[in-house]
């Protein structure tokens, strides 16, 4: 089992910046990849970045450019640094963490909104 706290959501002004934080514990090194996914209201629950194992990144084409994935393995713990932030990211962040032989979809966060104002 591996449990995923996350933290940094809030609102926030168009233009502004937030970071995003999700920590790692239990059985970690079932883990090869770590990312964020978010879902609005109606909307279906959509990847925002990816993080692998050897440090590959994948980054959803409506972020890219504003948002950047990080990790620290020490720590457990993979960042979302969101900036130029618009309205239509207003949505629920989920921290996701899979590899081998996890369950279904991975483990999932508790979630975290994120409301950016106009």
């Known amino acids: 089992q591996v449990q995923l706290v996350e933290s940094g959501g809030g609102l926030v002004q168009a233009g502004g910046s937030l970071r995003l934080s999700c920590a790692a514990s239990?059985?970690?090194?079932?883990?090869?990849?770590m990312g964020w996914f978010r879902q609005a209201p109606g909307n279906q629950r959509d990847m925002v970045a990816v993080i692998f194992s050897g440090g590959t990144t994948s980054t959803s084409g409506s972020v890219k450019g504003r948002f950047t994935i990080s990790r620290d393995n020490a720590k457990n713990t993979v960042y979302l640094q969101m900036n130029s932030l618009k309205p239509e990211d207003t949505a629920v962040y989920y921290c996701?963490?899979?590899?081998?032989?996890?369950?279904?979809?991975?483990?999932w966060g508790q979630g975290t909104q994120v409301t950016v104002s106009s």
């Open positions: 239990g059985s970690t090194l079932s883990i090869n990849a």
């Open positions: 996701n963490a899979r590899g081998p032989g996890t369950p279904g979809t991975g483990y």
